[in-house]
Nanobody, 126 residues
């Protein structure tokens, strides 16, 4: 059975940093792009970042570009999201998701992703 488990969320002051981790199991990790999405209360789910499986190309939403960095360790079947200079508007539940094959048509499109984790809460205080 496919599983994605996020960790690393928490409460941080504005300007601080957090590192989220996504641990995968139950599928061929090397064949999947991994994305991070977030959802704030009363808002739609938003694509934040993605890293492909083939050449580890990275994508970022405009709202996090320059502040967040995505990386993956295929040997450990993990993907990380380093979040720096956090802002109160980054407060949300963060989810990792896995998409089989290419996501070139829309790396931050939630409908391209097959498996989802349960999410981890990130709260940024002002």
């Amino acid at each position: 059975e496919e599983h994605l488990v996020e960790s690393g969320g928490g409460l941080v002051q504005a300007g601080g940093s957090l590192r989220l981790s996504c641990a995968a199991s139950g599928f061929t990790f090397d064949d999947y792009a991994i994305g991070w999405f977030r959802q704030a209360p009363g808002k739609e789910r938003e694509g934040v970042s993605c890293i492909t499986h083939s050449d580890q190309t990275t994508y970022y939403s405009d709202s996090v570009k320059g502040r967040f960095t995505i990386s993956r360790d295929n040997a450990k079947k993990r993907v990380y999201l380093q979040m720096n200079n956090l802002r109160p508007e980054d407060t949300a539940v963060y989810y990792c998701a896995a998409a089989h094959g290419t996501v070139i048509t829309g790396p931050l499109r939630a409908d391209l992703y097959d498996y989802w984790g349960q999410g981890t809460q990130v709260t940024v205080s002002s």
